[in-house]
Every structure is written in structure tokens, then in C-alpha cells.
């Protein structure tokens, strides 16, 4: 059964998930709302987003090296309290996500944070290529649209598929420790040192 936007919707009103994982959920469960509601109900996800609104003002500052001292990264993630901060759950993904800048070296945490002038060079370059093949126009805006989306999920970090599960995004990653831990959490921000790279 082909998912619609207005399945999703409905979804997305009953529960607060997220687009995409509405939209998983629904695909999951062959367009069973009941069911897709359990699916994301037993990932957290529900909850996870009803907390995404609330403050984080505490968390951590974290590091890794890698590669004989060749890569490093430094990374604050945040929660609403010090108590939670401590904990080995929240830890462990503070070292997962600065693995993960090690390995796929994002350059954005979101892509709200990517530069509009960014997207449009992004744009002109897609319009551009899937013109060359010749497609229509109505076709060249979709594929502009999926080529953008492809694009985000290389540099922007929530985006990535996670290095340690890549079925996921790094998003779901951090939801499932929301879920866990229940409070909000985010990534504030990050810088990724590479021994040799160019400065800006």
C-alpha cells in the first residue's frame, strides 16, 4: 500500500514523530495507522519529540582522536540535567557521535545551518546536470529535490547515516537516547581537525 502525505500527517498529528519516521513507520506496518503508532511507540520516538522543545542547558563537552593522533574532534552535546549528563547512556553517545564526525566528517550539525547561497550553488549544479540528460522540467525539479536531499545526508551530522548502524540516521540515534534517558538532547556543535587539511 503506497504511503501518502496525508497518512503521515495523520500520523504525524497523533504521535509528534518526525516526517521520516512517520513515513517509515507507515511503509513498516503496510499503512496501518494502529500499527505504525505501536512501531513508533516501542522506538520511543513519540515521546522523544514531545521533549524536543524543552531546554538543554547542561551535557558535555566531548573528544576523540583517531588514526595515531591524525584526526581529531571535539564535540558539546546537550541535555536539560547534570544528572543525566553522567550517566553511562549519555556518554556513550557522546563518544558515538564524535566517532562519528571522525568517520564522516560532517560540515553542519543541520541543515538549517547550511548557507542559503550553499543550497543554491547545490541547485544550479543538479538543475544543470539533470538538464544535460535531456529530462523534462517537471522531472529536473524532482530530481534537484532528491539530489538536495542526498547531499544533506552527507554534510549535515542529524542526516548521516549512523557509522556504527547504518540503516539509521544519526537523528534516530540520538532519539533512542531521548527515549532512554527521557530528556531532550542536543548537538550544539562540533570542530573536526585533520593533520595536513587546508585552512580556511
Known amino acids: 500500500m503506497a504511503v501518502t502525505a496525508a497518512m ?21 506496518m503496510g499503512g496501518d495507522l494502529e500499527k505504525a503508532i505501536d ?13 524536543s522543545g524543552r531546554t538543554t542547558s547542561e551535557g558535555l563537552v566531548g573528544s576523540y582522536i583517531h ?44 541543515r538549517e545551518e547550511v548557507l542559503p547561497e550553499v543550497i543554491q550553488r547545490e541547485k544550479e549544479i543538479y538543475s544543470a546536470q539533470a538538464r544535460d540528460t535531456g529530462k523534462p522540467e517537471k522531472v529536473v525539479d524532482r530530481i534537484v529535490s532528491g539530489k538536495l536531499d542526498k547531499f544533506f545526508s552527507e ?28 530528556e531532550n538532547i542536543t548537538v550544539r556543535r562540533f570542530i573536526r581537525y585533520q593533520v595536513g587539511e587546508e585552512l580556511s
Open 8 to 28: 503521515v500527517k495523520d500520523l504525524r498529528d497523533k504521535t509528534g514523530a518526525g516526517v521520516m519516521d512517520c513515513k517509515e513507520a507507515l511503509q513498516e
Open 39 to 51: 512501531y513508533l511507540r516501542k522506538k520511543g520516538l513519540s515521546s522523544a519529540a514531545r521533549k
Open 67 to 110: 588514526a595515531g593522533g591524525r584526526i581529531g574532534v571535539l564535540i558539546e552535546v546537550n541535555c536539560e540535567t547534570d544528572f543525566v549528563a553522567r550517566t553511562e547512556d549519555f556518554n556513550q553517545l557522546v563518544k558515538d557521535l564524535t566517532m562519528q564526525v571522525a568517520a564522516a566528517n560532517p560540515l553542519y550539525v543541520t
Open 155 to 182: 554534510v549535515c551530522l542529524l542526516e548521516q547515516p549512523f557509522v556504527k548502524d547504518p540503516d539509521i540516521p544519526v537523528e534516530l540515534r540520538i532519539k533512542q537516547a531521548i527515549a532512554k534517558l527521557g
